[in-house]
């Protein structure tokens, strides 16, 4: 009976784990499969050591067996408990996916989030018994298999209980932020990276999106210009204008379009809210960016749309073409200004139409598009609440730059006249001299090719180019391009300025230099780590990283290095080991 319950045991934590990474890759119905087989073992397996009769409070009394038999029950018991949270976790959120509850879209929206959490909340009660009761087998004889069991729950059980905080957290904040908890108004900025901005792109339309328990709206979607026609003097006092306005020939006014000249959305949100609010409008609650790749994200799951002011069918594979299509018709005719800010106005107000009316059958699918956008900041988003803020920091959904150890770039790039910045290619070659003490020379030369003719959209690329690098960083000056200005630090990441201009078909360069004392990271045993974050420019590819890491004299590459040439269509998080060379 004991060997029947230990094969039952093996087979509720295989079960139990598929339904793990499943629910990670929110595979909803395989994931509650794979929770009922777990269920089904474990309840095999009570029943085996049920069929012990007598002999189990025998086995109680032997010292040495005592420990073994009371782990076995305790692993049945927890594994019960956190089985039986699992499914009721997914249960509900099968059901919400499922039902369109006869509502409006918004009513089904909060009436799932919120039975999802009370499941969560009842998830959470049973995590947490679980977990009290591992812990109980602390401090007690095990034999080796039984201890590895203890030892792998005692790990899991906290990052499952996590899991739940942060899920939780996040759906409150999801309830507070499409008015559940009471009306709510958002400012909605588009940005372009046809005109390159440190977060993105220019802001060249804006919307109004209000929220209650009852419906969101979007009050309006025009360009960004009508804001100022109508408040000239929402503006920020030159003084306290970032470098980008501060630096030219002749100072200009820092507005609304042009808030996000730092790499920093929790800056730029809180600057376009003062702003807004200041100038006599309705005030707003927050503030959400989005480029057009975000768009395409979501047109990828609700299909094509129909724009009636352009006479056009626009899907995820032809927005971007023809918003530089409309972008480029500048060049034609100057005149056509409502051609460029005009399209993505009315594109947006329609997607953003479709996403608020989508059936309940797509949310899931949805949630994964925008989840994604976030996550490669093609969307950023700001809010004056403050559990809702904390939900968008914790998912990196802000728009800030991370906190990391090891190498870190970012070239923030503010476009003064060029509106044809998708067509600016960088390539990066990225030199990294690791000393044996763990510190490092790193030198970085930027060539900016403009592709483009000239023309009125490219007159010429003339930007300022804010560059971030590794925490505790100093810039080694004799060696780098002199600076314009040092500017403040973000998240730990030391910042430095220069004007950079490629004219049209033509070329520039930039060569900055850093010295790091402290570049590499502890690793298992005596070796070394290191690492690369490299974030691209938001919505844009093309890009390039030529990548050179000279090691220490007698140390070599655990396995393989770093690669020479790396794409940067999307952000870069890795690291190498290194060690000893033998011999």
């Known amino acids: ?62 010292p040495i067996v005592r420990s073994q038999v009371i782990a076995v029950e305790t692993f049945q ?88 905080a942060d899920t939780e957290e996040g759906i409150n904040a999801m309830i507070t932020f499409v008015g559940g908890d009471g009306p709510r108004r958002y400012l909605f900025l588009s940005q372009n ?27 309006k979607f025009e360009a960004i210009g009508r804001f100022r026609e109508r408040h000239p003097m929402a503006v920020v006092p030159k003084a306290d204008a970032g470098s980008p306005f501060r630096f030219t020939v002749a100072p200009f006014d820092q507005s609304l379009a042009n808030v996000n000249n730092v790499a920093d959305f929790t800056k ?55 918003f530089t299509f409309y972008t480029e018709r500048l060049e034609i005719d100057p005149l056509a200004d409502i051609a460029r800010k005009g399209f993505l106005s009315s594109l947006a107000e329609v997607v953003i139409g479709r996403l608020l009316a989508a059936p309940s059958k797509s949310w899931q699918e949805l949630a994964e598009a925008l989840g994604e956008g976030f996550t490669a900041r ?23 730059l991370p906190r990391t150890d090891g190498d870190f770039f970012y070239n923030g790039d503010f476009s003064y006249v060029s509106k044809a910045s998708r067509g600016l290619q960088r390539t990066f070659d990225h030199h990294v001299q690791l000393r044996p003490d763990g ?17 009125v959209l490219n007159p010429n690329a003339l930007s300022y180019v804010t560059v971030y690098g590794p925490e505790g960083a100093k810039l080694d000056a004799g060696s780098s391009d002199p600076p314009r200005s040092e500017e403040p630090a973000l998240a730990g990441h030391p910042a430095h300025g220069w004007f950079l201009n490629a004219p049209p078909y033509g070329r520039a360069t930039l060569k900055v230099a850093w010295e790091v004392d402290s570049l590499l990271l502890d690793g298992p045993g005596r070796s070394r780590v290191y690492t690369l974050t490299w974030l691209r420019v938001p919505d844009h590819t093309g890009d390039v990283l030529n990548l050179r890491v000279d090691l220490p004299e007698g140390w070599q590459w655990r396995d393989e290095g770093p690669p020479p040439t790396v794409d940067l269509d999307a952000d870069i998080k890795a690291s190498w080991t290194m060690v000893r060379a033998k011999g």
Do not use: C
Not at 281 to 303: K, M
Not at 439 to 455: E, F, K, Y
């Open 1 to 62: 009976m004991a060997a029947l319950a230990g094969r039952d045991a093996v087979r509720a934590k295989n079960s139990l784990l598929a339904a793990e990474q499943l629910i990670s890759s929110r595979n909803l119905d395989e994931a509650r499969d794979q929770l009922a087989r777990a269920d089904q073992a474990l309840r095999g397996m009570r029943a085996n050591l049920d069929r012990l009769g007598p002999l189990l409070p025998l086995s109680k009394a032997i």
């Open 378 to 400: 093609e969307a950023m988003a700001w809010s004056t609440d403050a559990n809702v803020m904390s939900a968008l920091t914790n998912r990196r959904w802000d728009g800030t």
């Open 439 to 455: 510190s490092a020379r790193i030198t970085t030369t930027l060539t900016m090719v403009n592709t483009r003719p000239s023309g």
């Open 77 to 164: 018991s927890a594994a019960s408990i956190l089985t039986g949270a699992g499914l009721e976790v997914t249960d509900a959120a099968q059901a919400a996916l499922e039902s369109s509850q006869g509502g409006t879209p918004l009513a089904n929206l909060l009436g799932s989030l919120r039975s999802i959490n009370e499941s969560l909340a009842v998830g959470a009660t049973r995590v947490e018994a679980a977990k009290e009761k591992v812990a109980k087998l602390r401090g007690r004889w095990l034999i080796g298999p039984i201890v590895n069991a203890r030892d792998e729950l005692l790990d899991r059980i906290p990052r499952y209980a996590e899991r739940v």
């Open 193 to 219: 990276p046809d005109e390159v901005r440190p977060t993105g792109g220019f802001i060249g339309t804006y919307g109004l999106l209000s929220a209650s328990p009852e419906a969101l709206v979007l009050e």
């Open 268 to 322: 730029a949100g809180k600057l376009a809210h003062d702003l807004w609010n200041g100038s006599g409008e309705a005030p707003v609650d927050g503030v959400v960016s989005f480029t057009p790749a975000f768009l395409a994200r979501i047109l990828d799951v609700l299909g094509p749309v129909w724009v009636e002011d352009y006479g056009e069918t626009i899907d995820s594979e032809n927005v971007i073409d023809r």
